[in-house]
Nanobody
Framework: VQLQASGGGLVQAGGSLRLSCAAS????????MGWYRQPPGKQRELVAR???????NYADSVKDRFTISRDNAKNTVSLQMNSLKPEDTAVYYC????????????????WGQGTQVTVSS
């Protein structure tokens, strides 16, 4: 199983970016999918998560600016980021809880490779 993230880049404050992440490989089912970020010199933190049923939760710092969505048919999760601020600068990682056909009730945590988001002031 692999998670492939894309969509990072450099943007000015107030701008927008969209991150996407696709899961591939031997997948039976996917529970939660989400995005985390790690700012320079800080620990990784939750940005947003979405359950298999579509329930979402967000970090307070991104509420009303970021929107997470998923496409269960394509095994993808996206993060639309609007009104970006310099403090949103970080490496963003996608995460998913995935079960394989060989172990259909055991969901393991998988991480994407990280994509850099830089917001200039």
């Amino acid at each position: 199983v692999q998670l492939q993230a894309s969509g990072g880049g450099l943007v000015q404050a107030g701008g927008s970016l969209r991150l996407s992440c696709a899961a591939s490989g031997s997948i039976f089912s996917i529970n939660d999918m989400g995005w985390y970020r790690q700012p320079p010199g800080k620990q990784r933190e939750l940005v947003a998560r979405v359950t298999g049923g579509g329930n979402t939760n967000y970090a307070d710092s991104v509420k009303d600016r970021f929107t997470i969505s998923r496409d269960n048919a394509k095994n993808t999760v996206s993060l639309q980021m609007n009104s970006l601020k310099p403090e949103d600068t970080a490496v963003y990682y996608c995460n998913a809880l995935i079960a394989s056909p060989r172990s259909p009730y055991n969901h393991r945590s998988y991480w994407g490779q990280g994509t850099q988001v830089t917001v200039s002031s």
